[in-house]
């Protein structure tokens, strides 16, 4: 595996590989090298909740695509990713919220808050 390094979805597509759905990304790295990542299966489940657009089905029309390709397209491009390789593949995946840190907002401006005399 090779280490991963953060870049851009520029532009994201789903296709069907053997009647399932997989989702590819060009990326633009750091460095601006432009990759074609794919998206984990467990990334895809969490823009995707099949029980949303499914319900229990376990087949879906064709013509889902024409819907799963803008969602996914509001949702992942111009995002900011981690990409690795794997494989001779390249995969990606949104930030985690383990790398997330709160801060105080600092003092609120005291000409919002004051109250007149």
Known sequence: MTKGTQGTV???HPELQQQRLKVVATVKTLSGEMLQAH?????????LPRSV?????????LSLMGTV???LSRMTEGRCVRVWQYKERWFFSFQQWKAVRFLDD????????????
Do not use: W
């Not at 998206?39 to 823009?47: C, K, T, Y």
């Not at 657009?53 to 029309?61: S, V």
């Not at 003092?107 to 005399?117: E, L, R």
């Open 10 to 12: 520029i532009s994201v």
């Open 39 to 47: 998206m984990p299966d467990r990334e895809v489940s969490a823009i």
């Open 53 to 61: 657009l499914l319900g229990p089905a376990r087949t879906a029309p």
């Open 69 to 71: 390709g803008p969602i």
């Open 106 to 117: 600092g003092p609120s401006d005291p000409a919002k808050t004051a109250t007149p005399a």
